[in-house]
Structure formats: structure tokens, C-alpha cells
């Protein structure tokens, strides 16, 4: 089994900027095969995905968050961050953590509260 642990969400104003962490324990033999990514969930409306970290190195983003979110892995920490500049709003959210082993088996964190006020 593996945990996911998400820190660092809290209130900012419009313009300011958080930094999220996610911290893998347990049953992970090789983290740097693990696909980790940032999703969110805003009230009423579905999870999406915020940014992507492949074992490959290469990282992809949602279009929304292109060019003021940036998402960095520590393999030997076990740990993913997501930076996050120029806030808006519309950022407001449930961010999560989330992990995929080499064999698409999924993990979830249980998410940090980022508000971001006007």
C-alpha cells in the first residue's frame, strides 16, 4: 500500500502564490517509476487534472495553469510539489495527490484546501 500525504494549502490573495507538497510512503519499490500528478476539485463541479510528472522526466499541464504552476519530483525524498504563482480565483479548489505505479495501479491523497481570495 502506498500513502499520500499533501501539505502547504491554506488562504492566499489573487496574485500570491503557494507551494504544495506530497510526500509516498510505504510499499513503493521504485518511485521514480511512478507517474505522480496534481489534480484539484472545485465545489460542484468534477476532479481535473493540474499537472503531470512522468517517470520519464517530462512534465505536461492543464492549459488553465500553463506558465504559473510547475510541478518538481525529489525521487530519492519520494516527494512531488507544485508551485503555484499569479493565483486567481478560479484556483480555488481540493488539490490532490496522486500516484500511478508501472502497472496503472492508482493512488489517491486526501487533499489540501487552497483558497484564493479576490
Known amino acids: 500500500q502506498v500513502e499520500l500525504v499533501e501539505s502547504g494549502g491554506g488562504l492566499v490573495q489573487a496574485g500570491g502564490s503557494l507551494r504544495l507538497s506530497c510526500a509516498a510512503s510505504?510499499?513503493?519499490?521504485?518511485?521514480?517509476?511512478?507517474?505522480m500528478a496534481w489534480y484539484r476539485q472545485a465545489p460542484g463541479t468534477q476532479r481535473e487534472l493540474v499537472a503531470v510528472?512522468?517517470?520519464?522526466?517530462?512534465?505536461n499541464y492543464a492549459d488553465s495553469v500553463k506558465g504559473r504552476f510547475t510541478i518538481s519530483r525529489d525521487n530519492a525524498k519520494r516527494t512531488v510539489s507544485l508551485q503555484m504563482n499569479s493565483l486567481k480565483p478560479e484556483d480555488t479548489a481540493v488539490y490532490y495527490c496522486?500516484?500511478?505505479?508501472?502497472?496503472?495501479?492508482?493512488?489517491w491523497g486526501k487533499g489540501t484546501l487552497v483558497t484564493v481570495s479576490s
Open positions: 496522486a500516484a500511478t505505479r508501472p502497472d496503472n495501479i492508482n493512488y
Open positions: 510505504g510499499s513503493i519499490f521504485s518511485f521514480i517509476n511512478y507517474v
Open positions: 510528472s512522468t517517470s520519464g522526466g517530462s512534465t
